[in-house]
């Protein structure tokens, strides 16, 4: 059987804005390959180039032959930045100017498939598709809300296709995802030698399982039609709030075995490809993902069942339209 090794190396520049869990595209991180980069993952769900597509249309794996592996590096450096205009915030107020929250993350990702006969195709896929890391140097105005956030995720996807007919592809898979998250802030001062030194810090951690499907369709030679869905994420993360800092000791009731409930969002991609010429291929992609389910994030005490804080993240649904050309 053709086999065929494709290794992707990239470098990406990521902007994002605002503290804690609030940026422009959440933590969703759509570098799963890179040979989308470049063209902004356009046609992400229609061009199936390499067993990426595992993870943005399973339909595509019945255009690989043979045997395919495809892997990646993306290194991520992030931009988090703040500026206080005048803000109320207790013993904050003043502190911490301008600052950049922004760390450099590592984001691997390795993909196979094989051609069964048939017209079936199965692949796997293990990669990152959220995460992303702010670190807030304090003294700084919105310590009381956050100083760190640190999730990490990481995704098996096994999946199946099968091609209908020339014109038609079906794929699916199912997904296990484990994430891991990291969260800190400033306790409100309660001495002046406890100034910046107080804070509370949760170290969480949980699976969760979904599913991604997918449709490609070939209406002509030169045209690919993709559309594809991956699942939302129901986690409950357990873990542990911890207090620390000289008066640490009297924030002790607000510590303890902790849970979280949160629902990570599912997305819908719509893509199209378009070969003009011999030398030219035009791409299009529209997604939605949602946002909404991420609202207000309950840190719930398992002793009493109580609630020890509540994480006001509030995103909203997003779309994202890319244009690209090859």
């Known amino acids: 059987m053709k086999q065929r090794v494709i290794v992707q190396s990239v470098v990406a520049a990521v902007a994002a804005m605002s503290t804690g869990l609030a940026s422009a595209s959440g933590f969703q991180l759509l570098e799963q390959n890179g040979s989308g980069l470049g063209n902004a993952y356009a046609g992400s769900a229609a061009v199936a180039e390499n067993a990426s597509t595992i993870f943005f249309n399973p339909a595509g794996l019945t255009q690989l032959k043979g045997s395919n592996v495809s892997s990646g590096l993306a290194v991520v450096k992030a931009s988090y930045t703040f500026h206080d205009n005048g803000s109320s915030s207790g013993s904050f107020t003043g502190t911490g100017g301008n600052t950049n929250a922004g760390t450099t993350g590592y984001l691997p990702n390795i993909y196979a498939s094989s051609e069964l006969g048939s017209g079936l195709y199965a692949g796997i896929g293990l990669g990152a598709p959220f995460g992303l890391k702010t670190h807030y140097e304090v003294p700084w105005a919105g310590a009381a809300q956050a100083v760190l956030f640190d999730i990490k995720t990481m995704n098996m996807n096994p ?43 949760l170290q969480a951690q949980g699976t969760a399982w979904g599913w991604n499907a997918g449709i490609l369709a070939k209406p002509s030679d030169s045209m690919k039609i993709g559309f594809s869905y991956r699942s939302r994420m129901r986690y409950h993360l357990k873990g542990y709030l911890n207090a620390y800092g000289p008066t640490a000791s009297l924030l002790s009731a607000n510590t303890g075995n902790a849970s979280v409930n949160i629902v990570l969002p599912d997305t819908y991609i719509l893509s199209v490809t378009q070969k003009l010429s011999d030398k030219w291929e035009m791409l299009g992609d529209i997604s939605r993902t949602r946002w909404s389910t991420v609202h207000d994030v309950d840190i719930i005490l398992d002793r009493n069942n109580s609630k020890a804080q509540t994480l006001e993240a509030r995103f909203r649904d997003t779309w994202r339209i890319a244009l690209g050309g090859n």
């Not at 999946?159 to 209908?164: G, N, R």
């Not at 997904?175 to 306790?187: H, I, S, T």
């Open 159 to 201: 999946s199946l296709a099968w091609k209908v007919s020339e014109k038609i592809s079906l794929g699916a898979g199912i997904n296990y995802q484990q994430l891991e998250a990291e969260y800190q802030r400033q306790a409100s001062t309660l001495s002046a030698f406890s100034l910046y030194q107080d804070g509370v810090a």
